[in-house]
């Protein structure tokens, strides 16, 4: 495989890694929220609770360092691409994946599992 094709495959596996991961977290949010069953099960004592937000923490954890290796394979792709000075690198910078996406696709799901957190903690 082509260094190109490797750049281009990070930068779409990393967004739709994080889609999919956005889908869970909405269907969990939705679980939380809406359903009844749902909310009298981990609302019933405070180790469900903390079994809870401690899974959900470990799964942001591991979101973030996921993340995290996916960015470190782009750039390590992109650095080897402007190392051969083959092409202009602004052909492929559009499929790099910087700083800011990776750090965009953190906050976001940092910030939907905290709101699912929130919930979690004030049931019961």
Not at 2 to 29: E, P
Not at 42 to 52: P, R, W, Y
Not at 61 to 81: D, E, I, M, P, T
Not at 86 to 106: C, E, L, N, R
Request: hydrophobic share 50%; with cysteine; charged share 15%.
């Amino acid at each position: 495989m082509y260094l190109s094709d490797q750049l281009k495959s990070y930068h779409d596996g990393l967004i739709d890694f994080a889609f999919k991961h956005g889908v869970i977290l909405t269907v969990i949010l939705g679980w939380v929220v809406s359903s009844d069953p749902a909310q009298e099960f981990l609302g019933e004592t405070e180790s469900k609770k903390i079994a809870s937000l401690a899974a959900l923490s470990l799964y942001a954890l591991a979101h973030v360092l996921w993340v995290r290796r996916w960015y470190q394979k782009s750039n390590a792709v992109f650095g080897q691409l402007k190392d051969l000075k083959y092409m202009s690198i602004d052909k492929y910078k559009p499929q790099h994946v910087t700083k800011f996406m990776a750090g965009t696709f953190m906050a976001v799901h940092f910030a939907i599992c905290t709101v699912i957190g929130f919930f979690i903690a004030h049931l019961g």
